[in-house]
T-cell receptor, first 110, second 113 residues
């Protein structure tokens, strides 16, 4: 499995756009990039998944450059309720379980 | 109302005691997982199961046991061999292979008395 590297923590003010970058230099051809969000004392929940270029849903956008060695999760106009840990995972969706690293702890400040 | 349920929400274990954490899903998912999370840390995989009557060890299986007798159920037993069991335990399921998107339960917090 491709290893991922994310910043340990980030701070942002309410209303700002937050971009969390994940490095995955050894990503394989069949690997997808998936992001999860975890609030304190809850299980993680799926946010977004992509393979290349850009994916957008009602929660976030995911930007993946052509070489796919990194990806950026973009959260538009964050609010206090976006304070959580965000995990970047890379895998092919086959028979090998995905690996959750330590994630990025985002703190949104009023 | 589909989803994953875990019980109990809090569980207390005495020294030398085995305890079992329940995980049930009505999503008709094939794969199920158990993770352990320590404060400020990420999730570590304990066991996973792709089909009924089959399961594999994850990264930290020592001191734990599981069974998968029914598709919807994947109970985890924390045995007395697990010397540091205090943690937040999360169960998840996915529709296909174990690398697919996972859906998590609310978790069980295990404390040692």
């Amino acid at each position: 499995l491709a290893k991922t590297t994310q910043p340990i923590s980030m701070d942002s003010y309410e209303g700002q756009e937050v971009n969390i970058t994940c490095s995955h230099n050894n990503i394989a051809t069949n690997d997808y990039i998936t992001w999860y969000q975890q609030f304190p004392s809850q299980g993680p929940r799926f946010i977004i998944q992509g393979y290349k270029t850009k994916v957008t849903n009602e929660v976030a956008s995911l930007f993946i450059p052509a070489d796919r060695k990194s990806s950026t999760l973009s959260l538009p106009r964050v609010s206090l309720s976006d304070t959580a840990v965000y995990y970047c995972l890379v895998g092919e969706g086959g028979n090998t379980p995905l690996v959750f690293g330590k994630g990025t702890r985002l703190s949104v400040i009023a | 109302d589909g989803g994953i349920t875990q019980s109990p929400k809090y569980l207390f274990r005495k020294e030398g005691q085995n305890v079992t954490l329940s995980c049930e899903q009505n999503l008709n998912h094939d794969a199920m997982y158990w993770y352990r999370q320590d404060p400020g840390q990420g999730l570590r995989l304990i066991y996973y199961s792709q089909i009924v009557n089959d399961f594999q060890k994850g990264d930290i299986a020592e001191g734990y046991s599981v069974s998968r007798e029914k598709k919807e159920s994947f109970p985890l037993t924390v045995t007395s061999a697990q010397k540091n069991p205090t943690a937040f335990y999360l169960c998840a399921s996915s529709i296909g292979g174990v690398g697919e998107t996972q859906y998590f339960g609310p978790g069980t917090r295990l404390l040692v008395l």
